[in-house]
């Protein structure tokens, strides 16, 4: 039984990394990098994400501006096509 045990302790060692402790648990680079509750990387796709949809959003606006302006320049030509004293 000694020698089973020792085999199971041994197998265990090797696979918890070495240590004899317990495993050695990894954490993704994402908790390992430590760069504080404001990150660089965080902040900035936060700020990209936000300027992307102030963009989609002044795009949308843009347009319908651009069409509301040209509906208006499309009814002041037939107006004035229509009530135009012939020559």
Do not use: W
């Amino acid at each position: 039984m000694l020698v089973t045990m020792v085999r199971y302790t041994r197998y265990y060692v090797n696979q918890s990394g070495g240590s004899e402790i317990g495993p050695d648990y990894r954490a993704s680079n994402r908790m390992r990098r430590d760069d504080g509750i404001g990150s660089l990387s965080e902040c900035s796709s936060v700020l990209l994400n936000l300027l992307y949809l102030g963009a989609k959003a002044v795009g949308k606006e843009v347009l319908k501006s651009g069409s509301n302006i040209i509906t208006d320049i499309l009814y002041l030509y037939t107006f004035i096509t229509q009530h135009a004293p012939l020559h």
